[in-house]
């Protein structure tokens, strides 16, 4: 009794076609999500500085009205205080404009 085998690999060029295009496709796909993922990144960090201006801005103003409450009644304290917030102002608008000329 004698046995053969004989194997045939029949390349099927349609299914090859499918796999390049699926390959494509997922290629593209995670492409996407790295890109989106970078952008989510970016975005919870921005979140997290608006939290931290926020939450600046808030102590500041909390911290604003304790000292006016604690000098309502005496004249010269009062323009002391505005006399510094007037100096902060100046330097935080100087500050400013410099960081948007440099972000141009």
């Known amino acids: 009794m004698k046995i053969?085998?004989?194997h045939y690999?029949?390349?099927d060029r349609e299914a090859v076609q499918w796999l390049r295009a699926i390959f494509a496709r997922l290629t593209k796909l995670s492409d996407e999500v790295k890109r989106m993922?970078?952008?989510l990144d970016a975005l919870k960090a921005e979140v997290a500085n608006a939290q931290t201006v926020e939450q600046s801005a808030i102590a500041l103003i909390q911290g604003l009205a304790a000292k006016i409450e604690?000098?309502?009644t005496d004249p010269v304290?009062?323009?002391e205080l505005a006399d510094n917030l007037k100096a902060s102002d100046d330097a935080l608008a100087a500050a400013?404009?410099?960081n948007s000329a440099a972000a141009q």
């Open 4 to 6: 053969e085998v004989h």
């Open 9 to 11: 690999r029949a390349e």
């Open 37 to 39: 993922s970078a952008e």
């Open 70 to 72: 604690a000098n309502k």
């Open 77 to 79: 304290a009062l323009q």
């Open 96 to 98: 400013v404009q410099a």
